[in-house]
């Protein structure tokens, strides 16, 4: 069974960076498109970007095209988020996500595609 964690969170000044990581087990995740979520306090979980198990696919959403990019590593079983030039908006918990139902070339950034998740690990932009 596969399961997902994320680590990598924390507090940042607007501006700074973070790389938020999603670490597979049980299971290798190259057979896997993965997908990054956030969710915001009251406000409902949003999907932000994704990459194919092939890692030739990715999608952005326009809110972080630009400043976030989203990375594979299938020999770490590993998930990278890296994250530019944030923003206090930019502040909520973030998951990550698996399904192998999209094929090696594709990915969606919507909550229902996606079977496995992450626990979630908290962002906070704030000065």
């Known amino acids: 069974q596969l399961q997902l964690v994320e680590s990598g969170g924390g507090l940042v000044q607007p501006g700074g960076s973070l790389r938020l990581s999603c670490a597979a087990s049980?299971?290798?995740?190259?057979?896997?498109?993965v997908g990054w979520f956030r969710q915001a306090p009251g406000k409902a979980r949003e999907g932000i970007l994704c990459i194919s198990s092939s890692g030739r696919s990715t999608i952005y959403v326009d809110s972080v095209k630009g400043r976030f990019t989203i990375s594979r590593d299938n020999t770490e079983n590993t998930v990278y988020l890296q994250m530019n030039s944030l923003k206090p908006e930019d502040t909520a918990v973030y998951y990550c996500?698996?399904?192998?139902?999209?094929?090696?070339?594709?990915?969606?950034?919507?909550?229902?595609?996606?079977?496995?998740w992450g626990q979630g690990t908290q962002v906070t932009v704030s000065s």
């Open positions: 996500a698996a399904d192998y139902g999209f094929g090696a070339t594709l990915c969606g950034v919507s909550s229902y595609e996606y079977g496995t």
């Open positions: 049980g299971l290798s995740l190259d057979s896997y498109s």
